[in-house]
Structure formats: structure tokens, C-alpha cells
């Protein structure tokens, strides 16, 4: 890709728009680690919400559901689509505990729910664990994307495009450093503008290279039949005898692993940079509808630009070996996209990097900071102090991550390892909310017996996580052996004491009847969620069928079909509809409680 005089001043315009920004919000995030890692807790949904999809919009995304596509089909996007029911739930059950909860982290939780050495130990290697190997692994596959993208666009050779790579890092480093959470915020919605546009863009110039959707449709079933494989790559669900992705695989998707794994974006109940933009929101209205507009945007309006590049690259380039790199290869083709927008595109690809980059240093450093050196190491120190550390953290983070990136071959790979290694504590993450029993060896057993199980069957017994059946087995061992583990550990220690599970009753409130005992020996009576824990499960499957409704009804309609296409979008709109009444007439009532509290717990006035 030659570049001209507009292409490098529209990137060098991008990077000092960016940095402008840094440097505004410099002052305010000096001023506590509240402000550096919440933004003071004073941001609206719709900030927090499009920064989360911006961050999950990284320079790998693209290229790695090009590659499902490539494999997979459309269908192959089930590896991430299943878990719309794990963020629903984080949306109407778990999104106003994480904000009542009170917390910095989601590792500083582990104190608040839990008590004692255990806990303590729990919070520290979690922290460590999460915010160091795992992030750095994290951040080691989105600078392995854009390795891709700039030896392809710019012809650089491997060790040419890690040095400019470095270069891209250093520089998001910075005013991550500089401005916290507010700089990552405000940057985040300006990359999310400029890059979704120009895939939609790409997308679009894309099918038209092809012939259009009907010419597309045709050339695709033409190499569909010549794979000799059952199945089209157009359907949006596996035939049941699909090589690409078997039943067992399927069921695996849709029955297991959106509970069961933990996956940063995606933990089961919330966690991670959801967690952290929960607490960044203003109150717990805009913490619940932070992650609704998250999941909505995520799943239901952004997909389709990438599969449809991705289809169109299956047909302008058959023979392409990497197909993940099919997808840059349109961009750079001159009878696909046109050569003056190469400088917005190049733009628009840094974007989707710095932006997941920015958030993963931010997050990253929050751990350490917070829940380990604050925690452990030094406990008396100021709040610049604090600020400075987290500062230094960000830039170890950010050099740890760049020996990871060395060591890395496939984005996919990545990919489907840390969801193996997750497999089985997502129901510990799930029920530690709902059921006093929990306790911290019962999150210390499933975290350790996760990674140990799945580690010995992917390097000794051979289990290879890239394929199907291998994937499909592997996870379904590592919960059932995890499982049982953690629920031994959590029947034969210790319940918490009683003073710590009442006090994070009160706290937290999260009602249910695995709280029932803990209420009644407090004499608490369960007024704020309590019963309509049934009316949030409805909200739940509401927010699945909107998700899916809007995501196959848009697909549908891109396709030509318009009949179903319309029948799903009006379903959509329908369960969108009683979600939001819903959620009107919990505000209500909630509204009311608290009313009546507050007049309760006023002195008698003597007449």
C-alpha cells in the first residue's frame, strides 16, 4: 500500500486528536486513583457503554471473525454470540449489585464478600494473575493483529511492523498514563466513530467488488459445494452433521459455555472493564443501562460489516492460505477499496487498537495498584502516590505485554485457550451473589483447578483447543472436574462468619433465596430486589431475544430475506418494549421503598 501527502496527514491528525485529549484530562486524573481508574465515578451510560463496545472492537477482531467465517461460516460466530446470555444476565441481575457493591475493583470484592487470610489471598493472586500474565495475553493477541495488518498494508517485514507496533503502544501508553479513565472514555468514543464507519464503508465496497448480495450468495454456495463439506457458510445456525462445527461443539456454545467460562468482556455476572465501567457510572440506573447499550451494540448492530468483508475476501481470494489476513487484503486492494480513504482506514485500524490497548493498561494497572501494591505493600500512602504507581504499573504492563506478543502465532487460538482455561468458575462468579454458602476456597479452587485441568489436556494429553470435537470435550471435562471441585472445597471449609455475610447483605442487597437464613438471623426483611428476581430472570430472557431478534433479523434483511428479517426485527421491538416497561415499573417501586425508608428511619416528632 503506497501512501500519500493526505493519507499520513489524516493519521498524523488522528494521533494528535488523541493526544489533545490525553493531555486535556491530564490534570483531573492526577487527582486521586478514583479519578484515575473511575473517572470519579460520574460517567453517563451512553459514554461508558460505547467505550466497552469500542474496546471490544480491537484491530484482531475483525481479522479473527474473518477466520470463523473462513472456517466456520457465518455460523462459526457462535463462539462469541452465546455469550448474549451471559451479558444479559450482568445487565438485570448483577449490574446494580456491582455499583451498591461499592468497590474500586472487582478483585477488592473478594473482601468485601469474603473474610479473613483466605480472602485476602484471593484478591492478591487474582490480582496478579488477571492483571499481569492474563491481560498481557490479551494485549499480546491485539498487537499480534495489528503486526498482521501493518506488514500487509505497508509491506514492513515482521521485525519492521513489531517495531512500529511497540511504537503505536508506547504512544497509547502514554496518554492512558497521563489521563486515566477519562482520557481512555473520551478517546474511545472518537475511535469508535471513525472505525465503525469505515468498516461499514469497507463492507459495503466489498459486496459490490463481488457482484452485489446475490452474486455473493451464488459464489458462496459455489465453494461451499466444492469443499465437499455439509452445511453453507450463509447459515446463521451448524447443520447438525456440520464439519465445521459438529453438535457436540454446538451444544457446548449454547449449553455450557456462556455460564461456565470465564472470558474478559464476557465474565459470567460482570467483571473486569464491564465491572469497572459500572462503577465509573454515575448511579446504579446508569450502571444497568451501561451494559444493556454494551451488549446491544456488541452483538446486535456490529457484526455483520466484519462477516460480510469476511464472506466477499472468501471470494475475491480463494486461495489466500492465512484467511484471517483476507480481510486486509480488501482494504488494500485498489479494485475493492478506493486508495484515497487508505489514510481514514489505516486511522481507523489504530483506533480499534489503541482503544482495546488503552483499556487493558487502565484495567490492568487498576489491579495492581489497587489490590496489590495498596494492598499489600504499601498501605499508608498518599493519593498522588497512589496515582504515580498506577502510572509506572501502565508502563510494566505495557512491556510485559510486548514479550508476550513475541510468543504468539494465532489470534483465534488465543482466543479459545483463555476460554478453555476459564472453563468451570463461572458458576462460582455466578452464585458468590445468591447463595451465603460461598465461600473464598470456593473461588480459589475453581480458579486453580481450571487452569490446572486444562492445562494438562491441552499440553500433555494433546487436546487441541482449535478444533471442534477437542474444544467441545475439553471444556465439557474442565467444568464437570471443576465443578466437583469447588463444591467439595465450599461444603467441607468454613462458611464466612456471620458479621461478614450480614454486612454485605446490607451493603449489597441481593436478595434471592439463598440470602433467606443470613436475613432472618439479622432480622433484615428483603424489600429491594427480593421477589423480583423472577421479573429481572424475565428481563433476562427478554434481553436474549432482543439481542438475537435484532441480530438474525438484520442478517436476514441484508440477505434479502425479507419476511423473516422483518418478523425477527419486530419481535426485537416487542421484547424491547416490555424490557423497558419493566424496568419503568421496578424504578417505580424501588422509588417508593426507599421513600418509605427514609420516612422510617426519621426521629418521631413529638406533637
Excluded at 58 to 69: E, I, R, S, Y
Excluded at 290 to 301: C, E, K, M
Excluded at 347 to 352: H, I, K, L, S
Excluded at 405 to 431: C, E, H, M, Q, R
Aim: charged fraction near 15%; hydrophobic fraction near 55%.
Amino acid at each position: 500500500m503506497t501512501l500519500t501527502l493526505l493519507d499520513w496527514t489524516v493519521i498524523a491528525a488522528y494521533f494528535l486528536f488523541n493526544l489533545g485529549i490525553g493531555v486535556y484530562y491530564a490534570r483531573r486524573a492526577r487527582g486521586s486513583t478514583t479519578e484515575f481508574f473511575l473517572s470519579g465515578r460520574d460517567v453517563p451510560w451512553w459514554l461508558a457503554g460505547t467505550s466497552m463496545v469500542a474496546t471490544t472492537f480491537a484491530a484482531d477482531t475483525p481479522l479473527v471473525v474473518t477466520g470463523l467465517v473462513a472456517k466456520n461460516g457465518i455460523a462459526g460466530n457462535w463462539l462469541w454470540w452465546n455469550l448474549v446470555m451471559s451479558g444479559m444476565l450482568t445487565v438485570f441481575l448483577y449490574a446494580r449489585l456491582w455499583r451498591r457493591a461499592g468497590v474500586m475493583t472487582d478483585m477488592e470484592f473478594a473482601e468485601l464478600r469474603y473474610s479473613g487470610k483466605p480472602a485476602a489471598f484471593l484478591r492478591g493472586f487474582r490480582a496478579l494473575y488477571l492483571g499481569i500474565p492474563i491481560n498481557c495475553i490479551i494485549l499480546g493477541w491485539v498487537n499480534l493483529a495489528m503486526v498482521k495488518i501493518l506488514q500487509t498494508t505497508l509491506g514492513l517485514d515482521r521485525r519492521g511492523a513489531i517495531m512500529v507496533a511497540i511504537g503505536m503502544l508506547v504512544f497509547t501508553s502514554f496518554y492512558t498514563t497521563i489521563s486515566g479513565l477519562w482520557g481512555v472514555l473520551v478517546t474511545d468514543l472518537f475511535q469508535f466513530a471513525l472505525k465503525m464507519g469505515m468498516v461499514i464503508i469497507l463492507a459495503i465496497l466489498a459486496v459490490e467488488a463481488v457482484g452485489g448480495i446475490d452474486a455473493l450468495k451464488v459464489k458462496i454456495a459455489a465453494l461451499d459445494a466444492a469443499s465437499g463439506q455439509s452445511g453453507s457458510r450463509l447459515a446463521f445456525f451448524p447443520d447438525l452433521h456440520s464439519a465445521w462445527m459438529p453438535a457436540i461443539t454446538f451444544f457446548t456454545y449454547l449449553g455450557v459455555s456462556w455460564w461456565a467460562s470465564w472470558y474478559p468482556g464476557a465474565e459470567p455476572g460482570g467483571g473486569g472493564y464491564v465491572a469497572q465501567r459500572i462503577f465509573s457510572a454515575k448511579n446504579e440506573k446508569h450502571g444497568l443501562y451501561t451494559t444493556l447499550w454494551f451488549n446491544i451494540a456488541h452483538y446486535a448492530l456490529r457484526p455483520w460489516p466484519w462477516i460480510l468483508t469476511a464472506l466477499a475476501s472468501l471470494v475475491l481470494y480463494p486461495e489466500l492460505v492465512d484467511k484471517e489476513s483476507g480481510y486486509i487484503r480488501t482494504l488494500i486492494d485498489p479494485n475493492v477499496f478506493p486508495v484515497y480513504l487508505r489514510g481514514f482506514m489505516l486511522a481507523a485500524f489504530a483506533a480499534a487498537y489503541m482503544s482495546t490497548v488503552g483499556t487493558q493498561l487502565n484495567w490492568g494497572a487498576s489491579y495492581v495498584t489497587n489490590d496489590f501494591y495498596r494492598r499489600f505493600l504499601k498501605r499508608d500512602g498518599s493519593e498522588r502516590h497512589y496515582v504515580f504507581a498506577s502510572q509506572v504499573t501502565t508502563v510494566l504492563v505495557m512491556a510485559a505485554s510486548i514479550i508476550v506478543t513475541l510468543n504468539l502465532d494465532s489470534i483465534g487460538g488465543a482466543w479459545k485457550f483463555l476460554i478453555a482455561i476459564g472453563a468451570g468458575t463461572g458458576p462460582v462468579l455466578l452464585l458468590r451473589w445468591f447463595w451465603w454458602r460461598m465461600n473464598a476456597w470456593s473461588e480459589v479452587a475453581a480458579m486453580c483447578t481450571a487452569t490446572v485441568v486444562s492445562l494438562i489436556l491441552q499440553l500433555y494429553l494433546k487436546w487441541n483447543s482449535d478444533d471442534p470435537r477437542d474444544f467441545a470435550y475439553l471444556m465439557l471435562v474442565t467444568v464437570a472436574i471443576t465443578s466437583a471441585v469447588w463444591l467439595v472445597a465450599t461444603l467441607f471449609t468454613a462458611p464466612e462468619p456471620h458479621r461478614t455475610l450480614e454486612a454485605f447483605y446490607r451493603q449489597v442487597r441481593p436478595g434471592g433465596p439463598g440470602w433467606k437464613a443470613v436475613a432472618a438471623e439479622a432480622g433484615l426483611v428483603d424489600t429491594r430486589i427480593g421477589g423480583a428476581i423472577t421479573v429481572q430472570l424475565f428481563n433476562w430472557m427478554l434481553g436474549c431475544v432482543l439481542i438475537y431478534a435484532s441480530l438474525f433479523g438484520i442478517g436476514k434483511l441484508i440477505f434479502k430475506e425479507w419476511a423473516i428479517g422483518a418478523l425477527c426485527l419486530a419481535v426485537a421491538i416487542g421484547a424491547g418494549g416490555l424490557i423497558s416497561w419493566n424496568l419503568v415499573r421496578t424504578e417505580l417501586a424501588t422509588r417508593a421503598i426507599e421513600k418509605d425508608e427514609e420516612i422510617e428511619a426519621q426521629p418521631e416528632v413529638a406533637s
